[in-house]
C-alpha cells in the first residue's frame, strides 16, 4: 500500500489488482427492506420496465398499465427485471483534517486508497463509478460512469486534490459536502462517505439529512482515524509539527488522556447511533491497517443488515 502524505494516480491505479480480493458487491451489504422476511438487494430505481402483458389474477395491480388496458379493452400489467448495475457515488474527504498521520500514512491517504479500492471493484463489475472529492474549500464531483475511462477520471481528480495544499475552514467539510451529497444523489445510488468525520457528536441534527439521503439510496460511512486520534502515546513528551509550528505534548497528564479518549469515543457513539437508527454500513479504518484487509473484513459477502427503526 502507498507510503506517505500524498497519493499519486499511478498509486491509486496499482489498487486495481488488490481490489480483486475484496470480494464484495454493494448488493451485498446494503439492503433494503421488501415485503414479507426476505430482503431485496435494491431501493428506489432498483427495477426496469421489460414489458407489457395481459394481466392475469395475482398480478399486484398497482402495476396495471392503464394506458393499454383502455386502447386493448384487455386489463394489462408491466413487467419489470431487477437492474443489476447501479451508480456508485464514493464521498471522499481531503480536507486539512485529514492530512495528518502517525502510522504508515495521512488519513486522507487511506481514504483515497479506500475509494480507490471500491471504485476498481465496483468497476470490474460493470456499475457506474462517481463521487464527489472534497477539501475545506473546494470539491470536485463526477458523474456516475460507466467503463475504466470514467473511473480514472475519478481517481485523477482525487489524486488531484490530496496534493493541493491544505486550508482549514471552522466548520468540518464532510458535513457541507453531505448536504451537497442529498441534492445530487438520485434514487437507487449506492454512496459511501469515507471521512474522519471530525466533530460528528456536536452535529446531532445531521440525523434528518442521512434518513433523506437513506430514503432512497443506500448509505455507508468509513471511518477513517490515526492511532493516536484514539490513545495517546505512552507518558512522555513528544514534538509534532504541521511543517510550519512546532508543539510538544506532555502523555503523561492522566486527565488529558482522558479528555483526548473521551472526545474520540463521543465521535464513534454518534456513527454507532446513526448506523444503529438508520441502519447505515459503518467500517473503521485505521491507517495503519491494510486497507484491503480492513475493507474485506467490514464489507463481508452476504452480511445483511438489521432492520432499522423508522
Known amino acids: 500500500m502507498t507510503q506517505g502524505v500524498t497519493v499519486t494516480l499511478h498509486d491509486l491505479m496499482r489498487l486495481r489488482e488488490p481490489a480483486a ?13 421488501g415485503s414479507g422476511n426476505d430482503l ?4 428506489g430505481r432498483g427495477m ?21 388496458t383502455a386502447r386493448t379493452g384487455q386489463p394489462h400489467t408491466k413487467l419489470f427485471q431487477e437492474e443489476r ?5 464514493l464521498v471522499v474527504d481531503q480536507s486539512a483534517a485529514m492530512h495528518f498521520g502517525t502510522r504508515r500514512a495521512f488519513k486522507s491517504v487511506a481514504a483515497a486508497e479506500a475509494a480507490a479500492l471500491l471504485a476498481w471493484s465496483a468497476t470490474e463489475r460493470g456499475d457506474r463509478i462517481g463521487g464527489m472529492v472534497f477539501a475545506d474549500a473546494q470539491h470536485h464531483e ?4 460507466r467503463g475504466h475511462r470514467g473511473t480514472l477520471r475519478f481517481l485523477r481528480g482525487l489524486a488531484q486534490m490530496s496534493a493541493a495544499a491544505p486550508m482549514p475552514t471552522a466548520e468540518p467539510a464532510w458535513i457541507e459536502a453531505l448536504k451537497r451529497t442529498q441534492r445530487i444523489a438520485r434514487p437507487g445510488t449506492w454512496i459511501c ?22 430514503r432512497h439510496c443506500e448509505l455507508a460511512f468509513i471511518l477513517v482515524f490515526d492511532p493516536l486520534e484514539k490513545e495517546l502515546p505512552p507518558p512522555g513528551l ?48 485505521p491507517t495503519a491497517a491494510d486497507p484491503v484487509r480492513a475493507l474485506g473484513a467490514g464489507l463481508q459477502p452476504g452480511q445483511r443488515r438489521k ?4
Not at 142 to 145: G, I, K
Open 193 to 214: 462517505v469515507i471521512s474522519d468525520f471530525e466533530g460528528a457528536e456536536r452535529h446531532p441534527e445531521l440525523e434528518t439529512t442521512l434518513i433523506q439521503l437513506n
Open 307 to 310: 432492520a432499522a427503526a423508522r
Open 238 to 285: 513528544y514534538s509534532f509539527s504541521d511543517g510550519q509550528h512546532l508543539a510538544v505534548l506532555d502523555s503523561a497528564m492522566s486527565e488529558l488522556r482522558r479528555q483526548h479518549r473521551a472526545r474520540f469515543d463521543a465521535r464513534c457513539e454518534q456513527l454507532k447511533r446513526w448506523r444503529q437508527r438508520l441502519g447505515l454500513k459503518f467500517i473503521e479504518l
Open 40 to 43: 431485496s438487494a435494491f431501493r
Open 48 to 68: 426496469a420496465f421489460a414489458e407489457v402483458r395481459r394481466y392475469v389474477p395475482g398480478d399486484d395491480v398497482r402495476t396495471i398499465d392503464w394506458r393499454v
Open 142 to 145: 463526477f458523474r456516475p460512469t
Open 85 to 89: 448495475e447501479r451508480p456508485v457515488v
Open 21 to 33: 480480493r475484496l470480494g464484495y458487491t454493494p448488493q451485498d451489504f446494503a439492503r433494503a427492506w
